[in-house]
């Protein structure tokens, strides 16, 4: 099946400076991949779309400023969480969309848990 | 907008025994249905998916689903827990197929299995 993979897997960074998180399709291209934020016990809450050449659309209340997206090639998606602060930690997910049409899923990366001190 | 209900935060059940976890789902047009699961600090895995056609749907690890149009509702159910069932279940919906745009998710349901 379809891998995506994260890097890092878990980060710790102080209050105030960025952080890079990487989403890779590790076989195959995906024109689209998302990215989902999750609290401690609670559902995925999609923040953006990212689609490969063109700028991520957001969703209501997300801050595009704050959480840079770049989409730079067809297996690489970044999200960069700018002057981090504490209310920032929470575990990130991305997803690449596979196929078109109805027949599309989303394969889910295996998340990168960010702590902001 | 669509929204996901799922209903039952935990769910225990015994080894063996029958897994049913409920959701119910609202959307405006008709909607493409999923079943995710979660292991402790991991991604979401697919487990099943229903787009159009046959309304039971089989997934991986026995599970299955049934999409009842008229009660909006898409349970999971599996015949017998094994242990290592346990783990958070998600239901998600999409108008458009689940790729071309995010999926909207439920709050989850945690599954306990007793030995």
């Known amino acids: 099946g379809a891998v995506v993979s994260q890097h890092p897997s878990r980060v710790i960074c102080k209050s105030g400076t960025s952080v890079k998180i990487e989403c890779r399709s590790l076989d195959f291209q995906a024109t689209t991949m998302f990215w989902y934020r999750q609290f401690p016990k609670q559902s995925l809450m999609l923040m953006a779309t990212s689609n490969e050449g063109s700028k991520a659309t957001y969703e209501q209340g997300v801050e595009k400023d704050k959480f840079l997206i770049n989409h730079a090639s067809l297996t690489l998606s970044t999200l960069t969480v700018t002057s981090a602060h504490p209310e920032d930690s929470s575990f990130y997910i991305c997803?690449?969309?596979?196929?078109?049409?109805?027949?599309?899923?989303?394969?889910f990366g295996p998340g990168t848990r960010l702590t902001v001190l | 907008a669509q929204s996901v209900t799922q209903l039952g935060s935990h769910v225990s059940v015994s080894e063996g025994a029958l897994v049913l976890l409920r959701c119910n789902y609202s959307s405006s047009v008709p909607p493409y249905l999923f079943w995710y699961v979660q292991y402790p600090n991991q991604g979401l895995q697919l487990l099943l998916k229903y787009t159009t056609g046959a309304t039971l749907v089989k997934g991986i690890n026995g599970f299955e689903a049934e999409f009842k149009k008229s009660e909006t509702s898409f349970h999971l159910t599996k015949p017998s827990a094994h242990m290592s069932d346990a783990a958070e279940y998600f239901c998600?919906?999409?108008?458009?197929?689940?790729?071309?745009?995010?999926?909207?998710f439920g709050k989850g349901t945690h599954l306990i299995i007793q030995p």
């Open positions: 998600a919906v999409s108008d458009s197929g689940g790729g071309a745009d995010g999926l909207t």
């Open positions: 997803s690449a969309r596979v196929g078109t049409g109805g027949t599309d899923t989303q394969y």
